[in-house]
């Protein structure tokens, strides 16, 4: 076998969308990561783990205690990992400014203001903390995404100034706290990489020259990259960040944040090229990230496809057949019945259709049936026979004893988008044709039947979650496939009325449905929860 190509290789595992893994869970990804390779893992927490003298910092969110860090980080050495700290220090902090004690350092957005005192102590309190839990000294400290930076409070405090001058003014002060505590600094390139080229991906100016005097040369750059499958592009981007820097390192993406199904299908093109790239380029540092994006709905043993194949791939083998028997050797299933677990997004898929990132079956479990947000886009007649198909194929999965609750999960979720996927056009046509009979068959059927295989699939992913993470953020769960559950009893009761003369007609149904957030020509796909049940305030 050969030997991977860099190195450092590993992998980033978010802890922060609601989805804590548990310490078990953790021990079992190091051992299967070990075995491929990995040597490297950066737990990712905004604000989920314990900090000393922030009692409010990442209360009730299932943080970490330091107790469980170190038995984390004494677990993955043992395993040949380093454990690696990624946090924020600048933006992506929104759910500590609920706290009256953090919205007094909140900028804008979910960015800290930059300059205040308590910021710092804070951050020092970060760093402090962190010292006494992981045994490394690198860390990820963030830094990225933060594009309204001063122009909140400190705007109000300090007239409006270049968001390039504000950054260095807090970095500097981050790494001199950072290095009080003996560590080595990464953090995301988007920031510098707009300043100097306009954009991360796309370019329109080259003022590398004038910016890389901005980067601190004893700070790593991190090339974040999740959305390509040109060979050439991930190379000219690294150049690019290495106009900026010689410290430069590489963050892919393994796709676990579109809902609840893995994407290993996007993440196999895209990991392959970059690892072709990276090889190409010399890059000695590089990671995939297995994002938790609205919700953390996801589990990332989902994707080990997608992390089998990469690690053959930082090996320079990229013959699919040979690691699909390595797959089936190490984990005892066959890969291809593996992969399946992200069919359930694959509904209106066509062969030869190349790769997306699409979430129909997140997207139409929530669109509401009465105001169907997603409506116009539904083919009708192709979910139902589809999701049964897939069921039967996903059923065979549950036999597995490690991973039987994944296919459960999905195979449920399945079940329950045969009625539902369609249910809300199927509504709407049967009211606006005064087809009553038809309407009738659907709310006196397929309505009970949505209710009852939702709760299924509840019943279902709830064993997934407390099989994986710890219960906090579940609730969330609860609110959201509760409240699908509640909703489909009101829109039968609705019909019902309807039917029996009570009303005499549903004003939701008297509406015309427009295409989708109104963007014409699209698919369906949206992950974000916050608008698929609703055009209200959620």
Not at 114 to 125: F, M, S
Not at 464 to 478: H, I, L, S, Y
């Amino acid at each position: 076998m050969e030997k991977i190509a860099f190195k450092k290789f590993g992998v980033m595992i978010d802890c922060s969308r609601n989805a804590v893994m548990t310490v078990p869970a953790f021990k079992k990804m190091v051992e299967i990561l070990s075995s491929l390779g990995y040597n490297t893992i950066r737990l990712y927490t905004e604000d989920t783990y314990e900090v000393d003298g922030e009692p409010y910092f990442g209360y009730l969110r299932g943080r970490y205690t330091k107790d469980e860090i170190r038995e984390m980080d004494a677990f993955a050495r043992q395993h040949g990992v380093e454990l690696i700290p990624c946090i924020q220090t600048l933006a992506h902090l929104g759910t500590i400014f609920r706290y009256v004690e953090y919205s007094k350092i909140r900028d804008v957005d979910d960015i800290v203001l930059v300059g205040n005192e308590r910021t710092y102590t804070l951050i020092d309190n970060m760093f402090k903390t962190i010292s006494q839990t992981f045994s490394t000294k690198n860390i990820h400290i963030g830094m990225d995404e933060a594009f309204m930076l001063g122009r909140g409070q400190y705007s109000d405090k300090n007239g409006l100034l270049p968001r390039a001058e504000i950054i260095k003014k807090h970095l500097d002060k981050v790494l001199e706290i950072a290095a009080k505590y003996g560590f080595n600094c990464e953090i995301w390139g988007d920031m510098y990489m707009h300043a100097a080229y306009g954009g991360n991906y796309t370019f329109d100016k080259d003022e590398s020259e004038s910016v890389k005097k901005l980067v601190p040369q004893n700070l790593k750059l991190c090339y974040w990259d999740y959305y390509h499958t040109e060979v050439s592009h991930y190379e000219d981007c690294i150049r690019k960040h290495r106009k900026l820097t010689d410290n430069v390192s590489f963050a892919g993406g393994i796709w676990t944040w579109v809902g609840f199904c893995p994407n290993n299908r996007y993440s196999l093109e895209i990991s392959k090229a970059a690892a072709v790239a990276c090889v190409n380029e010399s890059v000695d540092e590089v990671y995939f990230t297995m994002w938790g994006d609205n919700g953390g709905e996801c589990s990332p043993f989902a994707v080990l496809p997608s992390l089998v194949a990469a690690s053959e791939f930082a090996r320079g083998n990229f013959d699919m057949e040979s690691i699909k028997k390595l797959f089936k050797e190490r984990f005892s299933i066959d890969f291809d019945l593996f992969a399946a677990l992200e069919k359930p997004d694959m509904v209106y898929a066509k062969e030869g259709d190349p790769a997306d990132t699409l979430c129909p079956a997140k997207t139409m479990l929530f669109t509401d049936p009465l105001c169907g947000i997603c409506d116009a886009l539904v083919e009708e007649g192709v979910a139902p026979a589809y999701y049964k198909k897939l069921a039967k194929t996903l059923k065979n999965g549950e036999k597995d004893e490690q991973w039987g609750y994944l296919f459960k999960s999905m195979r449920t979720l399945c079940e329950a988008l045969a009625v539902r996927f369609d249910l809300g056009v199927k509504t709407r046509n049967a009211y606006r044709n005064g087809e009553r009979g038809e309407l009738e068959i659907i709310v006196k059927k397929d309505y009970p039947a949505a209710i009852r295989k939702i709760q299924l699939f509840y019943d279902a992913f709830e064993e997934f979650w407390m099989t994986e993470k710890k219960p906090f953020g579940f609730e969330v769960q609860d609110i959201r496939l509760g409240g699908v559950i509640q909703r489909l009893k009101h829109c039968k009761k609705t019909i019902e009325k309807y039917l029996a003369g009570e009303i005499d007609k549903i004003d939701e149904l008297e509406q015309e449905i427009l295409a989708p957030l109104g963007a014409e020509g699209g698919k369906i796909g949206y992950n974000y929860y916050g608008v698929l049940p609703t055009a209200s305030v959620l």
